[in-house]
């Protein structure tokens, strides 16, 4: 494993019987894991990169040099940090999908990134990094997948050093009731059926459905922020409220 100067090692997945049905989530991000990033950018209609590049200016208004990614999947997010973050100096990704961080390595690697990422497969859940260790935590379209988000954003809490920030990237449904309502019809009826017919599993794009409308949003959602420890959590809604960003500080 290449050295990044942040202490990190590889752990074993945290099993949790109090939510059994997220345990085996990562098995279906192996077996989407190449179809994985084309899907996103036909279904968010480029959006998700529009959406990780503010993440990334939000890390640089931050001089966050040191970061941690949840559920990092194929690396996006680091990727686009270091590319936004003049700051960033390295980069952790965690995700339980070893076919995602596989194909988020080869990504790594082009990009000539490899001196200063690790990706590990570890569990958002028992992250294995010392506490006070990273300058900004982020989790993007995961904190959803997670057996317990309380759990979760402590981890993300512990991790920090002080006064530094987590941000959490997630889908959400708009306010606006036009603009909820074709968004369900896309997200319930659409999705499936592209995502089933190009990746050959079907099931995980209902999943992805079925998740985004039982998930806590907007004030909801930074509540439960607030209530892990975080302080002057804000809320940013992009593109009508079909995703937000939310920023909190330890």
Do not use: C
């Not at 999943?207 to 409308?213: A, K, M, R």
């Not at 907007?218 to 892990?228: C, H, P, S």
């Amino acid at each position: 494993m290449q050295q990044t100067g942040v202490a990190i090692e590889q752990s074993q997945p945290h099993r949790s019987a109090s939510a059994p049905s997220r345990f085996d989530v990562h098995r279906m991000f192996d077996r989407i894991a190449l179809k994985y990033d084309i899907l996103n950018r036909i279904f968010s209609f480029g959006q998700d990169l529009v959406w990780r590049k503010k993440l990334a200016e939000m890390l640089s208004q931050n001089n966050s040099e040191d970061v941690l990614d949840l559920a990092t999947g194929t690396a996006d997010v680091l990727l686009s940090a270091f590319k936004h973050n003049k700051s960033m100096r390295t980069g952790v990704g965690v995700d339980l999908s070893g076919e995602m961080l596989d194909v988020g390595r080869l990504k790594i690697a082009q990009a000539n990134l490899s001196d200063k990422t690790v990706l590990v497969r570890a569990d958002a859940l028992a992250v294995p990094a010392l506490d006070s260790s990273f300058d900004a935590t982020t989790i993007s379209f995961g904190i959803r997948n997670v057996l317990d988000v309380e759990s979760a954003l402590k981890e993300m809490y512990r991790i920090l050093r002080p006064k530094g920030k987590s941000f959490v990237l997630e889908f959400a449904l708009p306010t606006n009731p036009l603009w909820r309502r074709m968004f369900l019809i896309y997200l319930r009826n659409l999705i499936p059926i592209i995502g089933g017919f190009f990746s050959g599993n079907r099931s995980a794009y209902k999943y992805l459905n079925e998740t985004v409308e039982a998930f806590p949003y907007g004030q909801e959602f930074a509540a439960l922020m607030e209530k892990t420890g975080f302080k002057s959590v804000k809320v940013h809604k992009m593109t009508f409220g079909v995703a937000m960003i939310y920023e909190g500080i330890r």
